[in-house]
């Protein structure tokens, strides 16, 4: 089984905590691969809709991020 979507990068080699899996059985290969295929099928990519909910909680309830006129007048000070 190769993974021809694999892309090797600096923070795979140095950072990542991955593993290598030799599999010398055809038969478990490409069961492995199947179930690889169906997790991948029901994957949210991106900023999902549960995610985009939680951010925007957290924009009401911390602001834009934008510092506040006192917050500014202290750090000039």
């Known amino acids: 089984m190769l993974c021809q979507q694999c892309v090797w990068i600096a ?16 038969q478990l290969a490409a069961h492995f691969t199947r179930e690889e295929d169906r997790m991948w099928q029901g994957a949210e990519l991106g900023i999902t809709p549960r995610l985009r909910r939680k951010l925007e909680r957290i924009r009401q309830t911390c602001g834009q991020g934008t510092p506040r006129p006192l917050a500014a007048k202290a750090q000039k000070s």
């Open 11 to 26: 923070s795979a080699a140095h950072g990542n905590d991955e593993t290598l899996m030799i599999v010398e059985s055809p």
